[in-house]
């Protein structure tokens, strides 16, 4: 009966077919070739299939042990899972690691964090959100993430600890054909309300409705940078992005910084990014690892700024 399928049955049978024979196998697992043969013989008399044929020198898979072996190391990759799982609830290892983060956050240190994460506790699962401006103080605030990345001095909190990771530099870019990429400049505060501004706004309640960064009365307020880059390039306005994502688009002159100084001098003006988390919340193992991990990262990424800026 399948019933008297066994994990050790399930290992033997996946040794073999590894190692290619049976004396191997028993070489590997610390065991007897003899008490190896008829630990299979006994699987597949239980299975009513021959998973070897034994005709030749070696032991070679059969068609049926070929399509049960896929199962088999499937069984046994889930059940190494859940005793990692069992080890890490037993150590008090988390069972999810939760993060909000601001959109201005450059991802791919933020991904080459998490992947260390991963590697160190696999049984801990992620859960990942992008919010913008008080969007990951608030998840903090309301328990839906462990940690966040805060971009910006505006939503700071009492309750809130709060750690420098690295600068991040916004620009104020136009696109290239836009009447602003030519315009002489220096340009004055004015001058630049004279044209439409794409904006993000914020969909927590912590700015109050305060714009931020705002200069122009006339706005398009979107909801991501994602959409605020493809509106700048599309000539709608003009607007400040990150540098990470602005860089390339420099490069091949896409994108033109705007001429002037009231954003930051050459139109770039740094925002200092932050990991925080509540402080009646104290850290486990995973969340730590991950904020050793991301501010060992920032600091490597300062000696190579396209990662968190854009060039000159």
Known sequence: MLDALSLDQMRMFLTVAETGSFRAAALRLGRVQSA???????????????????GGHRPVLTAEGKALLVHVRDVLLRVDALRARARGLGSGVELELSLTVDVLF???????????????????????????LGGPVTALLDKRSQLAIVVGESFRDPRIALEALTAIDMIAVVAASHPLARAPGPLDAAALADHLQIVQFDPSPLTG????????????????????????????????????????????????????????????????????????????????????????????????????????
């Open 106 to 132: 450059p991802p791919l240190l933020l991904g080459a964090a998490l992947a260390e994460t991963s590697a160190a506790y696999p049984s801990v699962g992620i859960r990942l959100s992008a919010e913008a």
């Open 209 to 312: 409705q305060r714009d931020i960064g705002v200069v122009s009365p006339r706005t398009c307020r979107v909801g991501g940078q994602d959409i605020k880059h493809a509106m700048i390039l599309a000539g709608l306005g003009w607007g400040r992005l990150p540098g990470w994502l602005a860089a390339e688009d420099l490069a091949r002159g896409r994108l033109v910084r705007v001429g002037t100084g009231v954003l930051g001098r050459q139109a770039r003006l740094p925002m200092e990014a932050y990991l925080g988390h509540r402080l009646d919340e104290p850290l486990g193992p995973a969340a730590r690892s991950f904020a050793g991990a991301l501010a060992r990262l920032c600091a490597g990424a300062e000696a190579t700024p396209e990662t968190t800026k854009a060039g000159p």
């Open 36 to 54: 190896v043969s008829h630990t299979i013989a006994r699987l597949e008399d239980t299975l009513g299939v021959a998973l070897f044929d034994r």
